[in-house]
C-alpha cells in the first residue's frame, strides 16, 4: 500500500477488520464509519490490540450521518454496506462531499455476487469485479 493510499476510509466498518487491514499494509491514518455501539467498541478495542489507536478515528453514525464530519479525498475508500445496492445514493455522496478524487482515490465495494455493482459510483469508474461464491468486490478508480 504505501504513500498512495496514506489516508483510508473504512465505511460500515463492522469489526474494522478492513481498515485495520490497511493501516498494517501502510495507510497511514483510517477514519471508521460504523453505526452500531458494540462494534464501534470492538474496533477501538481492535485498534488498540493492533496498536493502531493513534491512527484511527471510530465515527459512530450512520454513513450518511457521518460524510459531513469527513474531510477528503481519501485515496482508499473501503464499503462493506449491508444492501450493497440501497447504499449507492449514500456512496453518491462521497464525490458531493470531496471525500473521493478521480484518479487519487481508489473505491471496494463488497457486494452479492447476485448483484450487478454500477459502472460509475462517486464519480469514480469501476476497474473490476471479482466474485467468490456469494461475494463480489468491485473496485472503482
Known sequence: MGADLARSL???AGSGA???EALS???????????????????RQNLSKTGFEG??????????????????????????????????ATLELLAERGLVEA??????????????????LAGLTQVKTLRHGDSAVSVYR
Open 10 to 12: 473504512d465505511l460500515y
Open 55 to 88: 491512527q484511527g478515528e471510530v465515527l459512530c453514525l450512520p454513513v450518511e450521518r457521518a460524510l459531513p464530519r469527513l474531510s477528503g479525498p481519501y485515496t482508499l475508500v473501503l464499503a462493506d454496506p449491508p444492501y450493497a445496492l440501497e447504499a449507492t
Open 25 to 43: 499494509r501502510g495507510a497511514q491514518r483510517c477514519d471508521f464509519v460504523e453505526r452500531d455501539a458494540r462494534a464501534c467498541a470492538s474496533i
Open 103 to 120: 484518479g487519487r482515490t481508489t473505491l471496494v465495494l463488497e457486494h452479492s455476487s447476485r448483484e450487478e455493482a454500477p459502472e460509475r
Open 18 to 20: 478492513l481498515g485495520i
